[in-house]
């Protein structure tokens, strides 16, 4: 079985600021992590993802997260927010012998202020 | 175009109505999914496909089922709506060659409405 938590369904930072988004994950076999984003009126798109090797992992428009196994966490970052990140951001787990069934979060909705 | 095509985008409805998505791609892709989104719950596995023959149950199947017609074509229906399908619905496709690895490619997402 496999889960994951998002903690903060909305989170406010200022334009300029650290973006911090927290997902810490529980899964019975090594897990493959997502990080997905959905901008208004729009499908989920893919950020980033981790499956094996590197730890610290980059995806698009600044974006990167550190896969944590002590911690289970999965936490994605943005050293400075721009206007343009205001989305829905979601967290997703999926393991071995899933196929790509992914297991979402219930979503953190960030929203940038000037 | 889209990949990942899905109609209608928008969709209000009476109880007891039945109602059929679509979603077709043009991705090349083997596996489709459709997905259920509520405020607060995130995206919830309704049906998925590994190809033409291969259908499965997802987490909340109940009340809905799923026709593939053809490997680009993945419909979900509604026999019978009733009000508490409400919701943003989502086809998404992946590559059975990138297995766990491979990501998931979303459509636009159906809006349905059942009054």
């Known amino acids: 079985a496999q889960s994951v938590t998002q903690l903060g369904s909305h989170v406010s930072v200022s334009e300029g600021a650290l973006v911090l988004l927290r997902c810490n994950y529980s899964s019975s076999v090594p897990p493959y992590l997502f990080w997905y984003v959905q901008y208004p009126n729009q499908g989920l798109q893919l950020l980033l993802k981790?499956?094996?090797?590197?730890?610290l992992v980059k995806g698009i428009n600044g974006f990167e997260a550190e896969f944590k196994k002590s911690e289970t966490s999965f936490h994605l970052t943005k050293p400075s927010a721009h206007m343009s990140d205001a989305a829905e951001y979601f967290c997703?787990?999926?393991?071995?012998?899933?196929?790509?069934?992914?297991?979402f979060g219930t979503g953190t909705q960030l929203k940038v202020e000037l | 175009d889209a990949d990942v095509t899905q109609t209608p985008r928008n969709r209000i409805t009476k109880t007891g109505k039945r109602i059929m998505l679509e979603c077709s791609q043009t991705?090349?892709?083997?596996?489709m999914y459709w997905y259920r989104q509520d405020p607060g719950l995130g995206l919830q596995l309704i049906y998925y496909?590994?190809?033409?023959?291969?259908?499965n149950k997802g987490e909340i199947s109940d009340g809905y089922s799923v026709s593939r017609q053809a490997q680009a074509k993945f419909s979900l229906s509604l026999e019978s709506a009733i009000p508490n399908q409400t919701a943003l619905y989502f086809c998404?496709?992946?590559?059975?060659?990138?297995?766990?690895?491979?990501?998931?490619?979303f459509g636009e997402g159906s809006r349905l409405t059942v009054l």
């Open positions: 981790y499956t094996t090797g590197a730890t």
């Open positions: 991705k090349g892709h083997d596996r």
């Open positions: 998404a496709t992946s590559d059975s060659r990138f297995s766990n690895t491979g990501e998931l490619f």
């Open positions: 997703a787990v999926s393991g071995a012998g899933g196929g790509n069934k992914l297991t």
């Open positions: 496909s590994f190809d033409v023959k291969d259908i």
